[in-house]
């Protein structure tokens, strides 16, 4: 199993979703993700696990 953190972005490419329906994954728990805090504001991550594709 590997993983990573992947951003907003590459969340909805990876998952073939758009915005609007990552968004309602996050407000209804269907997703984990966390924020990491910057300098200039925080961003949205999400950890990608790969199982054996």
Same mark, same amino acid.
């Given at each position: 199993?590997?993983?990573?953190?992947?951003? +907003?972005?590459?969340?909805? &490419? %990876?998952?073939? +979703?758009?915005?609007?329906?990552?968004?309602? %994954?996050?407000?209804? !728990? &269907?997703?984990?993700?966390?924020?990491?805090?910057? !300098?200039?504001?925080?961003?949205? &991550?999400?950890?990608?696990?790969?199982?054996?594709?």
């Amino acid at each position: 199993m590997t993983g990573g953190l992947m951003t +907003v972005e590459e969340t909805c &490419q %990876y998952l073939k +979703v758009s915005h609007r329906t990552l968004s309602r %994954y996050l407000r209804n !728990y &269907q997703l984990p993700a966390f924020t990491l805090e910057f !300098y200039a504001g925080e961003e949205w &991550q999400f950890v990608r696990l790969d199982r054996g594709r």
